[in-house]
């Protein structure tokens, strides 16, 4: 079996992406690997986005802990903010944009979870 | 194709459990239902305890959103605090106390989601 693994996000170094930065809390490269899901904190930094993209396979839910942004599927744009749910179906083209002023920081889960 | 929900969680209302009280963000009853995970916010109220028990087949994930409690295992027990990660994987029995003044309140990921 398995071990319990606790740890504390701050002890986990961010990395880059195009729209932000992000680190993975549950996942490759965490103490807590699992095959089902995926947990990570992510950053999307003012003005950036994350531009539309589809996971064929893969539901994502954004959990908004701070800051403002914006959610794109088909449906158009809405605003989101502390406390939002957005769930995302796999298959679902959707974008993340943050045009304003204040990190938008959002807990992301993701199942199964990334291969890479 | 399901298709997104946005939702508030400050719209979700809780309901009591032993060790405080519960909402469902992603799962049964919520627009967000998913076949792969289960996320809900709970709050372990000051003095109460979830006692021992063990998902045969859930993975599940604390993850520590305010306050302060006791998670433990057959290693023991340690304190949680904001921005703790607590992975436990499938079969493990464990508990979680607050024994402080505080609610701890956490995001929980169960996956795959409790089927009642």
């Known amino acids: 079996m398995k071990d319990k693994a606790v740890l504390n996000e701050s002890d986990i170094p961010f990395f880059s992406v195009d ?3 992000t680190k993975v809390l549950v996942g490759k490269g965490s103490p807590a690997a699992s095959d089902r899901v995926m947990v990570k904190i992510t950053e999307y930094l003012p003005g950036y986005i994350h531009e539309k993209h589809v996971h064929p396979v893969q539901e994502e839910i954004i959990f908004v802990l701070s800051g ?3 959610t794109e599927t088909a449906g158009g744009k809405r605003d989101i903010k502390p406390g939002d749910v957005v769930f995302i179906p796999a298959g679902l083209e959707h974008a993340t944009y943050n045009p304003y002023k204040e990190t938008l920081r959002a807990v ?3 199942s199964p979870p990334d291969n890479d």
């Open 19 to 21: 729209w932000g930065r």
């Open 68 to 70: 403002r942004g914006l």
């Open 108 to 110: 992301i889960i993701k």
